[in-house]
């Protein structure tokens, strides 16, 4: 698909519904408020389309561009377009697209690092995201050490930290703690030290998960499905 054909169907799939959710989600300017169901149809149609993705994301449009992150090509997404991107964002859906894409990109772990150190909000929420993501969704293997000094770090840091990024931490947490036995100890122990965490949430009905109790559930399933 060209980019004319791409940015007409997105139009046509756009409803004001969905644009007036996005809005208080914080998505506002050029947006045509797709649905993510409808969004995944597209991806299949599209397949993965590199230059397309490009064109996508240089719209401006919020709607393109996260469609931009679903049909670009890991293996040709280099850490500048990464870092490029990370510095448009500017909302949450924005921070979980372009998080998943990372994830698919070869040393992930560096990107994580990166933007885990940054002192802009919504990077810095992308780098914690990132790393949930490749706890939770990709299943990659990360060292142990590694993520122990990420709790520490969380623990230590994410009453201080700004909205975005405390959300993020939280979930970054509750990833860390699913990943054994031994991590999960080290979570809970950690979520009890740092208590409630408090997110603002604006206009929207999203909650902050309580670590620990979401923690506990999620591995009490895992349990049970292990034992079938």
Known sequence: MTLTQTLKELNSLGTAQTRKTYGRHGISGDVYGVKYGD?????????????????LWETGNHDARVLATMVADPSQTKAGLLD?????IDNRLLVDAV??????????????????RS??????STGWHLLATRLA??????????????LRQIEMTIDDSPNEVRYAMNSALIAIGLVSPELEEQALAAAKRIGKVEVDHGDTSCKTPD????IKKAAAHAAKCRAK
Not at 84 to 88: C, Q, R, V
Not at 119 to 124: A, H, R
Not at 211 to 214: G, T, V
């Open 137 to 150: 969704v990709q299943k990659e293997a990360v060292d142990a050490a590694e993520l122990l000094a990420y």
């Open 119 to 124: 002192k802009w909000e919504w990077i810095g």
């Open 99 to 116: 998080a998943k894409l990372a994830a698919r990109v070869p040393r992930a772990d560096k990107q994580t690092a990166k933007w885990i």
């Open 39 to 55: 969004l995944n149809k597209l991806v299949k149609k599209i397949g993965a389309d590199h230059a397309l993705a490009l064109e």
């Open 84 to 88: 490029g991107w990370a510095k448009a």
């Open 211 to 214: 670590a620990a109790a979401y």
